[in-house]
């Protein structure tokens, strides 16, 4: 195990980037401490998957389960049962779809830097990306930079990096092929059932750039 010689923090759901994102800092002979969290998500069969990479990579890992704490985010179609997923032809860039998780990513950067300032190290990696057809207000190059500027207030100058947060998924997949990432080791589909559903916004995303790049997505669909 590499837990004694971590030079950073990365946040790894088991999906599609940041998995790109792990093995993107492993390639560059980065060794990073990895986080993962629970919060009660629908899709939470990525956790199983973060698990796999960090243990064949020997890498020291953190999962944090925010999971009690889920009715924070009752008004997200991800996190609450009753409300449905929506298709991606009901989504667009203008409106964020009922999927978005309130306040998630500034809550786990939080924690993540609580964790990089423990370990002594200075960056935090997360796989932001600009989406495609759809979008969040916290995975954009404005709020990265707007973070970092209170992070910036520290002492330690811990300094948040997205290096994919102006990719599209294919750029994203181009890069994960060439170094040999195994997506179907990877999971996207926000209704987390034993198949990927194929019409979710993450799904349609993730099929998109597979038929760009020619080859076909080894995940199993409905």
Same mark, same amino acid.
């Given at each position: 195990?590499?837990?004694?010689?971590?030079?950073?923090? +990365?946040? *790894? $759901?088991?999906?599609? &980037?940041?998995?790109?994102?792990?093995?993107?800092?492993?390639?560059?002979?980065? /060794? @990073?401490?990895?986080?993962?969290?629970?919060?009660?998500?629908?899709?939470?069969?990525?956790?199983?998957?973060?698990?796999?990479?960090?243990?064949?990579?020997?890498?020291?890992?953190?999962? +944090?389960? *925010? $999971?009690?704490?889920? &009715?924070?985010?009752?008004?997200?179609?991800?996190?609450?049962?009753?409300?449905? /997923? @929506?298709?991606?032809?009901?989504?667009?860039?203008?409106?964020?779809?009922?999927?978005?998780?309130?306040?998630?990513?500034?809550?786990?950067?939080?924690?993540?830097?609580?964790?990089?300032?423990?370990?002594?190290?200075?960056?935090?990696?997360?796989?932001?990306?600009?989406?495609?057809?759809?979008?969040?207000?916290?995975?954009?190059?404005?709020?990265?930079?707007?973070?970092?500027?209170?992070?910036?207030?520290?002492?330690?100058?811990?300094?948040?990096?997205?290096?994919?947060?102006?990719?599209?998924?294919?750029?994203?997949?181009?890069?994960?092929?060439?170094?040999?990432?195994?997506?179907?080791?990877?999971?996207?589909?926000?209704?987390?059932?034993?198949?990927?559903?194929?019409?979710?916004?993450?799904?349609?995303?993730?099929?998109?750039?597979?038929?760009?790049?020619?080859?076909?997505?080894?995940?199993?669909?409905?």
């Amino acid at each position: 195990m590499n837990e004694g010689r971590s030079d950073s923090v +990365v946040i *790894l $759901s088991g999906g599609f &980037d940041s998995t790109t994102l792990l093995y993107y800092l492993h390639e560059r002979k980065r /060794i @990073p401490a990895v986080i993962t969290f629970k919060y009660g998500q629908r899709h939470n069969k990525e956790v199983r998957f973060a698990q796999m990479h960090t243990q064949s990579l020997g890498l020291l890992h953190m999962i +944090v389960d *925010l $999971s009690p704490l889920q &009715d924070l985010w009752l008004k997200s179609s991800l996190v609450n049962k009753d409300m449905e /997923i @929506p298709s991606a032809t009901h989504v667009s860039k203008e409106v964020p779809p009922s999927t978005y998780v309130p306040n998630r990513n500034m809550i786990f950067l939080s924690l993540a830097i609580a964790w990089a300032e423990t370990l002594g190290v200075q960056e935090v990696f997360y796989g932001a990306q600009k989406h495609d057809i759809y979008g969040y207000w916290d995975t954009t190059s404005e709020f990265t930079s707007r973070v970092n500027a209170v992070y910036d207030l520290q002492p330690n100058q811990i300094l948040i990096r997205a290096p994919f947060v102006n990719f599209t998924k294919t750029d994203i997949l181009q890069i994960g092929l060439k170094i040999g990432v195994d997506y179907s080791k990877t999971w996207s589909c926000y209704r987390g059932e034993d198949l990927a559903c194929g019409n979710c916004p993450t799904c349609a995303e993730r099929l998109k750039a597979f038929h760009d790049v020619g080859i076909k997505d080894p995940l199993h669909y409905q």
